[in-house]
């Protein structure tokens, strides 16, 4: 068995000026899209996703065990 631990996350960066200055001030947000732990055996293949993760957009994993020595 292998275990797997998947994160994906979804990181936003905006420059915009600060209004009393006009000095670039840089702003990031970041949102869990996918945070979950897998087992699989060797050779064994899974589908993990999230639906509508922006907008009218979603994020499919398929992820594939191999064991390598």
């Known amino acids: 068995m292998i275990q797997a631990q998947v994160e994906f996350r979804k990181e936003k960066t905006v420059m915009a000026a600060a209004p009393a200055t006009g000095t670039p001030v ?3 947000t970041t949102s869990d899209l996918i945070t979950t732990t897998l ?8 589908v993990v996703g999230v639906s509508k ?3 009218d ?11 390598t020595k």
């Open 26 to 28: 840089q702003s990031t």
């Open 39 to 46: 087992m699989l055996k060797a050779g064994e293949k899974t």
């Open 53 to 55: 993760s922006d907008g």
């Open 57 to 67: 957009r979603g994020l499919i994993l398929i992820l594939s065990a191999k064991v």
